[in-house]
């Protein structure tokens, strides 16, 4: 398994981690695109959100409310973004979920 997430979970390559358990890891995006911008990733490895089952998916949003909080996102807002697919722009294939935030975002994005 060459995965790039997958060799984070493990240790394999650093990351600036702000929440981890049992299921998910949530670490800061190396190329941040808002003050805020992190990463939340499943421990277990789906290509993408196509895989992936809803329980997963549903936890890693509930667990984005928390990391909003912790980061002090609540009251001023944040954009949740899972990018999949070639047109989607995902360019690590393993399920991410972006949080960004921390300045007024473009919408549309482009
Ligand atoms: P995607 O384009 O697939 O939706 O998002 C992948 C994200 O992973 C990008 O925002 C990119 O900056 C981030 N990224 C790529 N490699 C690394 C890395 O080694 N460490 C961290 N923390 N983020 C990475
Ligand atoms: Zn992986």
Redesign the pocket.
């Known amino acids: 398994m060459n995965c ?1 997430f997958c060799r ?1 979970i493990k240790g394999e ?1 650093p ?2 981690k702000v929440y981890e358990d049992d299921r998910v890891l949530a ?7 808002a003050p805020t ?1 992190i ?1 939340i990733i499943p421990k277990q490895h789906y290509d993408s959100i196509l895989e992936a089952d809803p329980e997963t998916v549903a936890y890693m949003a509930e667990i984005s409310k928390k990391i909003a909080a912790a980061e002090g996102l609540c009251e001023k807002g944040f954009r949740l ?3 999949t697919g070639e047109e ?6 393993h399920l ?1 979920m ?1 949080m960004l935030g921390g300045r007024s975002l473009q919408w549309p994005p482009g």
């Open positions: 790039l984070i390559i990351s600036d670490f800061r995006d190396i190329d941040p695109q911008h990463l973004v899972i990018n989607g722009g995902q360019s690590v294939k991410h972006h």
